[in-house]
């Protein structure tokens, strides 16, 4: 008798939807890490140049708050300088002229301090969404996860 040949059958429990979702999770949990460690620096860079933002505009505010001591000195000086004297109609216009460069040297350093108030807000907003990315793909990663456990796969080192 000729004996037919062993047909190899898949194993009963063998479910060819899960095998293609172990082959999924497989996959995608080192390209999850991968983001999520991306999206850690991601936010950690945006953080440090919030912070160095920070100190610019303390140390702005501290040169605008440096010039108007310098500015009320300067004042006091030229009143001095003027004080009970007779002035031609050029004198008045040179101080003048320079109590104009003193208010407009004030008002370039309050426009800067707002100009750098701008960009610090707008930075917080950049950390802000840099931490909503990095806590969306620790959910993910906590989904493949709990996938995984669920499929019962070994877990992976990366």
């Known amino acids: 008798m000729r004996r037919r040949p062993a047909v190899e059958e898949a194993a009963p429990d063998a ?3 899960r095998d293609a979702l ?13 983001r999520k460690h991306s999206l850690e ?7 440090q140049e919030a912070e160095q933002m ?17 500015q009320k000195q300067a004042r006091k000086a030229l009143a001095l300088q003027c004080e009970g004297q007779v002035m031609t109609l050029n004198g008045i216009q040179q101080w ?4 104009q460069q003193l208010m407009d040297r004030q008002t370039e350093l309050r426009v800067h301090v707002q100009r750098l108030n701008l ?3 707008a930075q917080h907003v950049r950390v802000s969404e840099a931490q909503a990315q ?9 989904k493949l996860a709990c996938l995984r456990e669920t499929l019962a796969l070994p877990k992976e080192t990366t």
């Open 22 to 34: 172990v082959e999924v999770v497989t996959l995608l949990s080192p390209l999850r890490e991968l």
């Open 96 to 99: 003048h002229q320079q109590e």
């Open 41 to 47: 620096r991601r936010c950690r860079e945006a953080q």
């Open 15 to 17: 479910d060819p939807q």
């Open 54 to 70: 920070q100190a610019a505009v303390e140390q702005a505010d501290e040169d605008c708050a440096e010039d108007l001591r310098q």
């Open 119 to 121: 960009e610090l807000d």
């Open 134 to 142: 990095l806590r969306a793909s620790q959910r993910a990663l906590e």
